[in-house]
Every structure is written in C-alpha cells, then in structure tokens.
C-alpha cells in the first residue's frame, strides 16, 4: 500500500509556540490531504481538509487561524498550531488520497504534541 | 450527514476464538465502508473497505466483514484471533460522490484484547 510519513514524530513545546507538523505521501501524489485530531481512548476528529494549491476546508469549531494548514505540493501538506496551549496537546494525524472518491486514505503514523 | 456507531468499547476474546466486532451505520444517502486498525501511538492502516460488488470484503490479516444495507451494518470478523490482533479497531464511512475524495466518519472505536 501506500506510504504517508509524519514528521515529527513527537514533539514537546513551551506554551505560546507554534509548532509545525509535516505531512508527505513518499510513493503518490496526494491531490487530498485530511488533518485528524485523536484525544487519548477516543475517535479521529476531522480538523480540515486540503486539496493542492487551495485554501484547506475547516470542520465546524476549528479554529482556521489557530490550525494553519498549507497543501503547496502533490506530496506535502503541513499543519501549524499557532501559539499552542496545554489544551492543544492532542495526538495529530494526517491522512492522503488520489481525487476519486473511491480512493483510499492512506493514513500518516501520527504525531503526539505535548505542550507544557 | 452520517454516522457510526460502535457499541461495544472493548472486547477481551481469548487467543484463537472468533470474534465479531458490530458496526452500524446511517445515512441519507449510499455509502463506502471501512474498517481501520490502530496499534498503539501509531495512525491508522486499513483492514479493509467496501465500495460495491459483493457484500462479504475479505482484508488482511484474516479479517472480513459484511455489508448488510437493510441492517446497516458492516460487522468485523475474524475466525480465530492471535495475541498481535490486540488493538484499537475503527468503522469508518464515506458518502459516494462522483467527485473527489469525501471525509471519512468514524466510530468511536472497539478496543480488541486477546487474552492468552
């Protein structure tokens, strides 16, 4: 199957930073890009959706400022909390796909964000 | 809009006895099916999807599920379980559309433990 990695991995900041995640599709091109937010024991929330070279599509209550998503290549997309808080600690996933809607989303492994 | 409801949060099955994990669903109009599993601290691989044709969709790992429109339904099955199938198990749907790649609605999720 298809590849999605995500970097970083884990990452711990300092409140009122903003930190960067990034998301790439090593073995396709991802014309869609989906940003997940998992809290501990609970489902996958979609925070927005992307598609390459347009402003992302955010869900109901996410806030677009806070949750910077920039989709500028076939194979990138990056999400940048601003000015994190405590309450932004959360487990981030991203996921890609082709266009059709009966391609898969492939799934990126994940970042844990901890922010103190 | 739709919907996924995952009624059972765990499920202990002891090692090599078969286990079904429920999965409905509702919507307003026709829709893809998946299941995906999460490991721990690690995104989501997907055991397998149904988009059309026949209703029994065989995965990996041993798995299958069941489409059943009239129930909505999309039950997760696997004959006899082994000590790695232990994880978090996730129903998932997408409205078929024409065009581009629709959000994914997931479930709460089904924690599966194999007990030795």
């Known amino acids: 199957g298809a590849v999605v990695s995500q970097h970083p991995s884990r990452v711990i900041c300092k409140s009122g930073t903003s930190v960067k995640i990034e998301c790439r599709s090593l073995d396709f091109q991802a014309t869609t890009m989906f940003w997940y937010r998992q809290f501990p024991k609970q489902s996958l929330m979609l925070m927005a959706t992307?598609?390459?070279?347009?402003?992302?599509?955010?869900e109901q209550g996410v806030e677009k400022d806070k949750f910077l998503i920039n989709h500028a290549s076939l194979t990138l997309s990056t999400l940048t909390v601003t000015s994190a808080h405590p309450e932004d600690s959360s487990f981030y996933i991203c996921?890609?796909?082709?266009?059709?809607?009966?391609?898969?989303?492939?799934f990126g492994p994940g970042t844990r964000l901890t922010v103190l | 809009a739709q919907s996924v409801t995952q009624l059972d949060s765990q499920v202990p099955v002891f090692e090599e006895a078969p286990v079904e994990l429920r999965c409905n669903y509702s919507s307003s109009v026709s829709v893809y099916l998946f299941w995906y599993v999460q490991y721990p601290n690690q995104g989501l691989q997907l055991l397998l999807k149904y988009l059309s044709g026949s209703t029994l969709v065989k995965g990996i790992n041993g798995f299958e599920a069941e489409f059943n429109k009239s129930q909505t339904s999309f039950h997760l099955r696997k004959p006899s379980v082994h000590i790695s199938d232990t994880a978090e198990y996730f129903c998932a749907v997408s409205e078929t559309t024409n065009f581009g790649n629709e959000k994914l609605t997931f479930g709460t999720g089904t924690r599966l433990t194999i007990i030795p």
């Open positions: 996921s890609a796909s082709g266009w059709a809607s009966t391609d898969t989303q492939y």
């Open positions: 992307s598609n390459e070279g347009s402003k992302a599509t955010y």
